[in-house]
C-alpha cells in the first residue's frame, strides 16, 4: 500500500493489527490523534477517487476514441 497523506506531507506504505503506521521516510510509530484523522481523510478521499475511476472505466464506450 502506498498512501500519499498531503496535510502530512508523508506516504503510508503499512499499517499494523495495533494501529501502528510505516511512514516511506520515517519508519514504524503510532499515530497522533491528528496524524490518525490526517491519513483517515486522505484514505477516504482516495476511495472516492478510485470509485469514480473504477465507475467511469466500467461504463460501455462506442469504441476508441
Do not use: N
Request: include cysteine.
Amino acid at each position: 500500500m502506498r498512501l500519499y497523506v498531503e496535510p502530512m506531507d508523508a506516504v503510508v506504505t503499512d499499517v499494523e493489527i495495533d494501529g501502528r503506521i510505516c511512514f516511506d521516510s520515517e519508519g514504524w510509530k503510532t499515530p497522533t490523534l491528528q496524524e490518525r484523522r490526517a491519513i483517515i481523510y486522505s484514505a477516504q478521499k482516495e476511495i472516492e477517487a478510485l470509485t469514480e475511476l473504477i465507475e467511469r472505466l466500467a461504463l460501455p464506450t462506442s469504441g476508441p476514441v
